[in-house]
């Protein structure tokens, strides 16, 4: 049977009697099977052939439930800015409700704030708005939403809205990297800073501290704070759930080049899981273990459109130098590990890699090895020759102070 507007609303006084946070969610779904059967009940609906309703329930519910009908109305007819326009009425509403009560609403909250993006996303593209302006709106809504979190002082600890502060905080900046918009995402990582009294983050379901390290990996990756970026996406890496894979290939698509660019190669295994990542990042990985410059240039080549759209291609042209590094090593492995070189055996080594260049630079490539502490030694111009340290001539990558700079 058709579940009919009046059975809605008794639906949800049981839910809110209950204390049904879940059930709640449910309700208020866009896209669940009572949505349709309201659709159906009313054609064409506005506020003011529903205002007979107002009144049938407790406010703000009787308003809420009248905007969860012109939502699925507007869903329906696949008009998502009238849709996404209903739906941040509606929020706004539950905010009031949400304010005064406890926890026990967190899960209609996700839910609700998750259906504010999705609309703000479907709206954006349906109109083509190239400023995304209905997902700015939602990350303002939304944000909103993280105040109303972190102000509750009443709750008793356990069932505190603070258990959401984190979910929303990841939503926001979900939104925002989708909109590229990342500099907006700075205010919001201040205020959560700024509140000491929340739990720390480590209290949270993993799935909520998973995606905040996430998020804020990406970040410090963005502004070039690589071993901070390094940290926090190994720990997002760990904690994701074995099932997650999809989650674990995406932090694992810039937690590759930064544990590269530290001398780190990835295992097959790890590669074997993830073949999108292995296609990509193989090439680079085969040319650095055996100092195969020229191979490793090719792959740049190809890649460079996939690399940039990922922003990552800085990241693994500089990478190049560890190549350099694995050639210039068989050279001195090659002179059976000697303290003094010539410059032409490294020359030559070049050109065998198929990089041809006159000796010169083939100079400044060794000084340059030196200059970022991937050789210990120093060159002498007069004789043409490269004295290199008797102890520790090839330093570990990851010892290197210069390892994570550009």
């Known amino acids: 049977m058709p579940l009919t507007f009046s059975e809605y609303q008794v639906q949800l006084t049981q839910v809110l009697s209950d204390e049904d946070g879940p059930g709640l969610a449910y309700l208020l779904r866009p896209t669940s099977p009572h949505g349709k059967d309201l659709v159906k009940e009313f054609r064409n609906p506005t506020k003011k052939s529903l205002s007979y309703y107002e009144g049938g329930i407790e406010s703000p519910w009787d308003e809420i439930a009248i905007q969860y009908v012109l939502v699925v109305h507007h869903v329906a007819k696949k008009r998502a800015a009238e849709a996404f326009k209903e739906h941040s009425h509606l929020v706004s509403l539950f905010f009031r409700f949400f304010t005064s009560n ?27 708005n190239q400023k995304s302006d209905c997902m700015e709106e939602a990350a303002r809504i939304i944000s909103k939403a993280f105040g109303n979190c972190v102000t509750d002082r009443t709750s008793p600890p356990a069932e505190s809205r603070k258990w959401g502060v984190y979910y929303v905080v990841g939503l926001v900046l979900k939104t ?14 201040r205020a959560l800073q700024a509140n000491t009294d929340i739990p720390p983050l480590s209290s949270y379901p993993r799935s909520h501290q998973v995606t905040y390290r996430y998020y804020v990996g990406m970040l ?8 901070q970026a390094e940290k926090e996406l190994t720990l997002a890496f760990y904690h994701c759930h074995i ?9 694992s698509t810039y937690l590759i080049p930064l544990r590269i660019l530290k001398g780190h190669l990835p295992s097959k ?4 899981r993830f073949p999108s990542l292995d296609a990509l990042y193989a090439p680079f990985i085969q040319a650095i273990r055996t100092g195969d410059i020229k191979s490793y240039d090719e792959a740049l080549d ?3 459109r996939r690399l940039t759209e990922l922003n990552l291609y800085l990241n693994l042209e500089k990478a190049r130098e560890l190549c350099i590094r694995g050639l210039f090593r068989r050279v001195w492995v090659a002179s059976q590990k000697g303290t003094r070189i010539p410059i032409s055996m490294f020359h030559c ?4 890699s198929g990089i041809d260049v ?7 490539l060794v000084a340059n090895m030196i200059y970022k502490g991937f050789m210990r030694g120093y060159i002498s111009h007069e004789k043409q020759m490269v004295v290199l340290a008797s102890a520790n001539t090839f330093p570990r990558l990851a010892d290197r102070p210069t390892a994570f700079a550009l």
């Not at 410090?220 to 071993?227: G, I, Q, S, T």
């Not at 099932?243 to 932090?251: G, S, W």
């Not at 295994?269 to 074997?272: S, Y």
Request: aromatic fraction near 10%.
């Open 269 to 272: 295994d790890l590669m074997g």
């Open 220 to 227: 410090h990756f963005l502004n070039e704070d690589y071993a």
């Open 349 to 352: 080594s070049l050109q065998i």
């Open 176 to 189: 925002y990297f989708r909109v590229k918009r990342i500099s907006l995402a700075k205010p919001i990582l």
């Open 102 to 128: 406890s926890g026990w609403t967190l899960p209609a909250l996700f839910a609700i704030l998750r259906d504010l993006r999705d609309l703000a996303f479907d709206a954006d593209l349906q109109t083509n």
């Open 358 to 364: 006159p000796q010169e630079e083939a100079e400044c």
């Open 302 to 304: 190809k890649w460079e």
């Open 243 to 251: 099932d997650a894979h999809k989650n674990q290939e995406r932090i």
